[in-house]
């Protein structure tokens, strides 16, 4: 994962991408986990990520080393915030019905003099996303360890998730403390439509979506 993005600059309709690491706890703990990996990538097109999927080079080789892979086709609902100074998702947007399934992606730099207070309040909280009502998976992962963190978790429903950020106590605190302390140089918030997924995560497929109309 480590040399591979120099490959990736030269991919053909590729617009934006992140290779993320995660923690050894779920991913949400400090320390790494060597054994799993996150790809975030944004495409011009659905034909060029069919390209890159289905015969890259640097792909099959990520192939070649894994026991399971998950993922996830989606299209952006809403987000806002920056990653690395742009929002990558900042183009036509869909619709989805609140009953619907959703992945809410949560990523931050955070204040290298903030990193204490981030990881006593925000890493333990984020942990208990994965046993929310509703929630079907959830990871946490990171460009960078300790300061550059990410969530990813997919829910039920938009209904399902949105419970879980307004009515519980210790998530409704954090996010008080973040803005009261600006904890983060640069933060992103994007809610996605799951228009499929297909592979294997910790055994199961968590998504259990079918292919959208």
């Given at each position: ?58 792909w099959q080789q990520f192939r070649q080393r894994t ?21 990558p998702f900042d183009y036509a947007t869909e619709t ?77 605190e954090v996010i008080r403390l973040t803005r009261q ?33």
């Open positions: 994962m480590g040399t591979a993005q120099q490959p990736l600059r030269r991919v053909a309709g590729l617009r934006f991408a992140k290779l993320l690491g995660s923690g050894a706890t779920n991913g949400f703990g400090a320390l790494p986990n060597l054994h799993r990996y996150g790809f975030m990538a944004v495409w011009e097109s659905e034909a060029a990520a069919e390209e890159f999927f289905g015969r890259h080079p640097l026991t399971d892979i998950w993922t996830a086709r989606l299209a952006p609902i809403k987000s806002h915030g920056l990653w690395d100074g742009v929002n989805a019905d609140a009953d619907a399934p959703v992945l809410v992606l949560t990523r931050a730099s955070i204040r290298l003099l903030k990193t204490p207070r981030f990881w006593r309040y925000v890493a333990p909280v984020s942990a208990t996303i994965a046993d929310a009502p509703g929630v079907r998976a959830a990871i946490g992962l990171g460009e960078l360890p300790i300061v550059r963190q990410a969530t990813v978790s997919l829910w039920d429903s938009a209904r399902a998730m949105q419970d879980y950020a307004y009515r519980s106590e210790k998530h409704k302390e600006d904890w983060y140089s640069e933060e992103m918030f994007a809610r996605f439509r799951v228009l499929s997924t297909e592979g294997v995560w910790d055994g199961s497929g968590p998504g259990g979506v079918q292919e959208a109309p």
